[in-house]
């Protein structure tokens, strides 16, 4: 048998914590090859982003085509996108292979409540990749935009789940990383029902990429043959023990990246 692969399509970080970097080392890390397609060049480092520089949309399809003509992507992982152009080239390149699952992490606002993409890019993904995703995990603003709700609080975390399977995701994992508290607390909601997985928060500085990291943990697993709930369960022991690693790490000025390699460090 070939080796499995999972594919990240997503932005490149420079400073190498989160985006395409951090997707790519997390494969490595779980024991699948990793290939990417960079929808966009970022200028960024621990301390923030200072320019974006996106990819042209017939490009990304001419990269997202030589993978997948190639390589055997077991599970593919969507990141930063750019514009409508864009996600429907990813978009309808990727209907055309229902039997590679994808994980969406939907990179449309920041914590502060600010738009990352436009208006007609979140449209494009609720109407182009929603439909064909078969795990989003949206951090707490995003899951609002996606399923037109408040979320508060984690009591809000199921039925804003289900709104946003009712746009066409087969699963979503709800993130309550924003949320205040000693416990981490994020919920699963598929067609067969809920469920809340909890973890105790890491006071660490070192959290740039935990998204992009947790979502391509999950697509690794997938590209390995795991169940959804087994993928997303194992996916975040994974970037628990890669939060416990990072504590006293000190890479750059300000939010630190995980420590990808904990397990090959043999510091789990």
């Not at 200072?50 to 001419?62: K, N």
Request: hydrophobic share 45%; net charge negative.
């Amino acid at each position: 048998m070939s080796e499995p692969v999972m594919l990240t399509i997503a932005g490149s970080d420079p400073s190498g914590g989160a985006g395409v970097q951090a997707d790519l080392k997390t494969a490595t890390a779980l024991g699948v090859y990793g290939a990417s397609v960079l929808t966009a060049l970022t200028a960024q480092n621990t301390i923030g982003v200072r320019g974006i520089h996106p990819v042209p949309a017939r490009f990304v399809g001419e990269q997202l085509d030589a993978v997948l003509e190639d390589l055997d992507v077991r599970a593919v992982k969507i990141g930063m996108l750019g514009d409508a152009d864009v996600i429907e080239a990813i978009a309808s390149r990727l209907r055309e292979r229902p039997e590679i699952p994808l994980v969406l992490d939907p990179v449309m606002v920041a914590t502060s409540g600010d738009r990352l993409i436009p208006e007609t890019a979140v449209a494009a993904i609720v109407e182009s990749l929603l439909p064909i995703t078969d795990l989003a995990t949206p951090n707490l603003p995003e899951t609002a935009v996606l399923a037109g709700l408040d979320v508060r609080s984690p009591d809000d975390f199921e039925a804003a789940g289900r709104a946003v399977l009712a746009r066409g995701a087969r699963n979503v994992l709800v993130k309550g990383g924003h949320l205040d508290g000693d416990e981490v607390i994020d919920v699963l909601v598929s067609a067969d029902g809920a469920g809340r997985l909890i973890n105790a928060r890491i006071e660490t500085p070192n959290t740039h990429g935990t998204g992009c990291t947790l979502s391509a943990a999950v697509a690794a697993r997938l590209a390995l043959g795991d169940l959804m709930a087994d993928a997303v369960v194992t996916a975040r022991a994974y970037l628990q023990r890669a939060l416990i690693a990072s504590v006293d790490r000190r890479i750059g000025a300000g939010h630190g990246p995980v420590d990808h390699l904990v397990d090959l460090r043999g510091e789990g």
